[in-house]
Nanobody, 124 residues
Framework: QVRLVESGGGLVQTGDSLRVSCAAS????????MGWFRQAPGKEREFVTG????????NYADSVKGRFTISSDHVKNTVYLQMNSLTPEDTAVYYC?????????????????WGQGTQVTVSS
């Protein structure tokens, strides 16, 4: 099974940018759709964005559309989440996930493998 390790989280200020990474233990090209989810304290885990197994289709939650960008580097087996114009509402633990089946899903239950998460905190 694929192992996922997130990195790059931290403390930033409102309006700043941050890029988080998800390194996979095996190639994801042609094998896994990849997703980013986030969970804030006291809230349910929510879909942020996803990219398909070939890297040519993406999907974004309305709350991040135009500010966040997902990308994949199939040579490095790494998926990135570039986050711009951050606000305190973006504060959460960000999780990377891999899905072996179908198209990009917004449902966390569709994903088979998860990383441990990386904390992103945006101060006002």
């Amino acid at each position: 099974q694929v192992r996922l390790v997130e990195s790059g989280g931290g403390l930033v200020q409102t309006g700043d940018s941050l890029r988080v990474s998800c390194a996979a233990s095996e190639p994801t090209f042609g094998r896994y759709n990849m997703g980013w989810f986030r969970q804030a304290p006291g809230k349910e885990r929510e879909f942020v964005t996803g990219i398909n197994r070939y890297g040519d289709s993406t999907n974004y939650a309305d709350s991040v559309k135009g500010r966040f960008t997902i990308s994949s580097d199939h040579v490095k087996n790494t998926v990135y989440l570039q986050m711009n114009s951050l606000t305190p509402e973006d504060t959460a633990v960000y999780y990377c996930a891999a899905d072996r089946h179908g198209a990009i899903s917004r449902s966390s239950s569709a994903y088979d493998y998860w990383g441990q998460g990386t904390q992103v905190t945006v101060s006002s």
